[in-house]
């Protein structure tokens, strides 16, 4: 915990003594009542001139420091980074995350290995030259390497001599707060791709974990098979989509890390473990649960072995409806549809209502939203011309030739960015935003990781929850009666919030569900969830449903307007985290919070199960990664008032 001391000055009575003992101290003092005259004045010393001239030339040397590193920061665009972008330069490599955070590695700290024994290699050398540099630095000076891993230890901080040494594991790099990233040493297993059994019988397959979620989907249907789940993005590697508990758009469907069955992973201390759902050892089983979810912390995973579902197509209904009527229409939504998302437009009366269920396998692939792209953007291209005459420099002049070629979400980035936090001006756009939704009302029948994926083009920072979204009881028959949404009231108070605190919110807070998940780190845990998740493709709503809230803000460039965006989602994030968490159970999601610590990202946890698990996880990567060669610059804290911040692990530890 950081303490910060405050120096408070008061002017009552208690402090005049201070004072007059401190002016009698001085020899040459005299009351200003005095009829004699004051001493001379001596002309300053060398000494005195010398200290004079240093500050001086420090204090320029400090404001053209920093005015040299705001112009350069000004002048960074970010709008082409996409998920973990590559330079192989020609002494080091170049890392960009999902929303522009990046790291620079010398070749040799960034591996790729093509095979199992490869992988097992580097991860076996790195722990044994960990394990050796923590040796002589003990025999060297043992007293001293005694004492401060005491005092880490003690005060939950990271121990340098234990924290040298990396081989970070990774995946795409879709996590927003560059949970993946180590400028140490970082492994990715990309070249690790392949699938190694289908068991039609049993609809499991086994892969090696660096396959991306598209290179999986396309290769099953081949099987007749697909993955139970989509999380948007199909870059997304296999092996850092469970371990960040990423999770899809179904009430009934569990986050994906629920699906695995069993893992192959390679620790640093233990070497390769090979565990499974039915472990009958309760002590294999817990490690298993957390294994398979760990952030990277406990091992590589190598393989995975998942429950899949039939092959099938979805359709897919977008419409846009008013927000007084969603909470009449919320409940048959929820019962009858296998997928469900809203997407709230801030500071409009309006919420998209994007629904998906299955459709017979000989339905024709179609859509019934028009093709006319230039009719749908015609409110955005009208808006950028009206400001554009309103102020001349807030946006480029470009013909309406070239501006055609423009897409929309560039031309809605542009507009945000002339003022993309005054809550009047981001209103404007999110009204065009909602007329262009209307004009994508429809129906459309397509394959189903091509319906619940999307293509984020332009980088974004998020927050994002997840809470219990339902309250009820089951029936006579067995089935789920729900008594209260609680999704919806968070929803409602959150908007009423950001309206009452000014902030200016971009379109894009998304809500979803899933089922509860038996993963102790997945802020969707339920110790109470002992079912196998569903793989069913009819929609049947079952207690333990939890709403994830995905708060975000577009980030097309840097500066100071970057600054003021990330600032007021930060401003936003603390104060669900006061006013929200406790009233409504809120756990934050591991890959999607935008705070930074002074190692990295800090995760705040607040709800009880969040804090055992993340005390457990410490307690399992003290055995299996004690020298934390696979840590990252990543914090943990625990608290009861977000004033109160207590750090119980870090990056670290």
């Not at 400090?62 to 970010?78: E, R």
């Not at 290699?121 to 001293?144: D, G, I, N």
């Not at 390679?266 to 565990?275: D, F, S, Y």
């Not at 048959?332 to 998906?356: G, Q």
């Amino acid at each position: 915990m950081q303490r910060t001391t405050t120096f408070i000055f008061r002017s009552n009575h208690a402090s005049f003594p201070l004072i007059r003992s401190h002016i009698l101290l001085r020899p040459n003092f005299r009351p200003f009542s005095s009829a004699k005259a004051r001493p001379t004045p001596q002309p300053p010393t060398k000494k005195e001139y010398s200290f004079g001239f240093m500050m001086v030339v420090g204090s320029l040397t400090l404001t053209a420091t920093i005015g040299i590193y705001s112009y350069i920061v000004s002048k960074i665009d970010v709008s082409q980074y996409k998920p973990l972008t590559r330079k192989f330069k020609q002494d080091h490599v170049e890392l960009r995350s999902w929303s522009g955070q990046e790291v620079y590695l010398e070749n040799e700290s960034f591996y790729t290995p093509s095979t199992f024994e490869e992988l097992e290699q580097l991860v076996l050398s790195k722990h044994k030259q960990a394990e050796r540099e923590f040796a002589e630095e003990l025999k060297k000076k043992e007293k001293e390497v005694v004492f401060w891993t005491k005092f880490w230890e003690f005060f939950g901080w990271r121990d340098p001599l234990k924290d040298k040494v990396k081989i970070r594991p990774m995946g795409s790099g879709i996590s927003v707060n560059g949970l993946s990233l180590e400028q140490d040493g970082m492994v990715n297993l990309t070249n690790m791709n392949k699938i190694l059994n289908v068991d039609t019988k049993n609809k499991t397959v086994r892969v090696q974990a660096g396959i991306t979620v598209a290179k999986l989907a396309k290769d099953l249907k081949r099987f007749g098979l697909t993955i139970p789940n989509i999380a948007t993005v199909l870059d997304q590697q296999i092996g850092g989509l469970i371990q960040t508990h990423s999770h899809g758009t179904g009430a009934t469907r569990a986050p994906l890390d629920d699906y695995i069955t069993a893992i192959k992973i390679v620790t640093p201390a233990l070497g390769i473990l090979e565990l499974s759902s039915d472990e009958t050892d309760p002590t294999l089983q817990e490690l298993f649960k957390y294994a398979r979810s760990g952030l990277g912390r406990l091992g590589i995973i190598a393989e995975v072995e998942m429950k899949c579902v039939d092959a099938h197509k979805l359709k897919e209904e977008i419409m846009v409806v008013e927000k007084d009527k969603i909470r009449e229409m919320h409940p048959k939504l929820m019962n009858e549809n296998l997928h469900l998302k809203y997407i709230w437009i801030p500071h409009t009366p309006s919420i998209v209502v994007i629904k998906s269920n299955p459709v017979p396998l000989d339905t024709p692939i179609y859509t019934s939203v028009s093709d006319d792209e230039d009719e749908r953007k015609k409110p955005l291209y009208d808006l950028y011309y009206k400001l554009q005459e309103v102020d001349f420099n807030a946006l480029p002049r470009i013909s309406r030739e070239t501006i055609a070629k423009i897409s929309a979400k560039d031309i809605r980035d542009r507009l945000y960015m002339i003022d993309p936090t005054n809550k009047e001006h981001v209103k404007l756009i999110n009204e065009v935003s909602e007329t262009y939704w209307k004009s994508r009302q429809g129906v459309r029948v397509d394959w189903s990781e091509k319906v619940l994926s999307r293509v984020v083009e332009n980088p974004y920072e998020k927050f994002e929850v997840a809470f219990p979204a339902t309250s009820g009881k089951t029936g006579m028959l067995g089935k789920y009666q729900v008594d209260k949404y609680h999704d919806l009231d968070f929803m409602f108070e959150f908007l009423q919030r950001v309206e009452e605190n000014g902030y200016g919110v971009h379109d894009c807070i998304e809500q979803t569900w899933s089922a509860a998940s038996s993963s102790p780190l997945s802020p969707a845990f339920d110790a109470t969830e002992a079912a196998a998740p569903s793989t069913s493709l009819k929609p049947v709503l079952k207690p333990n449903v939890y709403s994830w809230v995905g708060v975000g803000m577009y980030l097309p460039n840097m500066g100071e307007k970057l600054k003021k965006i990330k600032t007021q989602l930060h401003e936003m994030r603390n104060m669900t985290i006061t006013e929200f968490w406790d009233k409504y159970g809120c756990m934050e999601h591991w890959s999607t919070n935008c705070a930074k610590s002074m190692y990295g990202a800090k995760m705040v946890v607040k709800a009880e199960k969040g804090r055992k698990a993340i005390k457990r996880l410490h307690e399992l990567r003290e055995i299996l990664d004690p020298y934390n060669i696979l840590g990252s610059e990543f914090e943990f804290a625990s608290t009861d008032h977000p004033d109160n911040l207590k750090t119980i692990f870090g990056d670290d530890s």
